[in-house]
């Protein structure tokens, strides 16, 4: 059935008036005063401006960083981390679980926010640091024997950061892809440096490489506690002089013999 000429009629005069206003037009027309109100702008610029610092805030502060190839080149000797040691491999180095803001951000006590406990789980989840400053007997391995006091360095290191949350401050990745860090612990309230008391316990002597040595500002502090160390005979040093070897020197006999 044909549709009514007045019909036809009424719907050509209503196209023609939407064709008759552009897009352009109805963007003119449009009041645009209220977006320029302070009471509009203001606003917006606090909430964009929070929610880029909250952005900026975890990426710096509260992201967790997996792994040693995780860091960036501009987070070393800026920056620490706060984790907890998962496992101690030799007299200076263990693996650590990055917990960024501890406690304070949930790590231990909020759902999702745990370190895992099986060796599946924590698989490329932990980074391998490496103590700064000193050099801790060599245990048995590749075929080499252990040196002399090595057991009694893992031991110590285990008993003394096994388990339990630190701080790394971190200088650089080395050839071994491990985070070379000065690292404290809390004890009774204090904060130690892991590496100076191995060094007073005779367990570790400084590190002696050619190049690559990191101490931070520690040197001359290191330096000091060993010779105490040596001075009061503790440890590797009580000894006959005549049958010391140190871990540098007991590495450089290992490849020369190679």
């Not at 019909?7 to 552009?22: C, F, I, M, P, Y």
């Not at 932990?126 to 391995?141: F, K, N, S, W, Y």
């Not at 503790?234 to 140190?246: A, D, L």
Request: proline share 5%.
């Amino acid at each position: 059935m044909p549709r009514p000429s007045w019909l036809n009629a009424l719907t050509e005069t209503w196209d023609e008036k939407v064709r008759a206003v552009s897009w352009t037009d109805k963007l003119n027309a449009a009041d645009w005063s209220s977006y320029a109100d302070p009471r509009t702008i203001i606003p917006t610029v606090v909430l964009t401006g929070a929610a880029l610092f909250s952005v900026r805030l975890y990426r710096h502060y509260l992201g967790r960083i997996p792994r040693v190839g995780s860091i960036e080149p501009k987070f070393y000797r800026r920056n620490s981390l706060l984790g907890r040691v998962t496992s101690v491999g030799d007299g200076d180095n263990f693996r650590l679980f990055h917990t960024p803001g501890g406690r304070l951000a949930g790590w231990g006590w909020l759902p999702g926010r745990r370190v895992p406990q099986g060796k599946g789980d924590l698989k490329d989840e932990t980074i391998h640091i490496r103590l700064a400053g000193i050099d801790a007997p060599e245990l048995a391995h590749f075929g080499r024997p252990s040196q002399p006091f090595s057991k009694e360095a893992i031991d110590w290191l285990r008993s003394y950061i096994l388990h339990r949350r630190v701080r790394a401050y971190v200088y650089k990745r080395d050839q071994y892809d491990r985070a070379v860090a000065t690292v404290y612990v809390r004890k009774w309230l204090m904060r130690k440096d892991v590496g100076l008391q191995m060094l007073r316990k005779g367990l570790a002597t400084v590190y002696e490489a050619k190049s690559g040595g990191e101490f931070g500002e520690l040197e001359a502090k290191y330096r000091m506690a060993e010779r105490w160390a040596k001075w009061n005979r503790r440890g590797m040093w009580g000894g006959k002089k005549k049958y010391f070897e140190s871990p540098r020197d007991y590495k450089t006999r290992m490849n020369q013999s190679k």
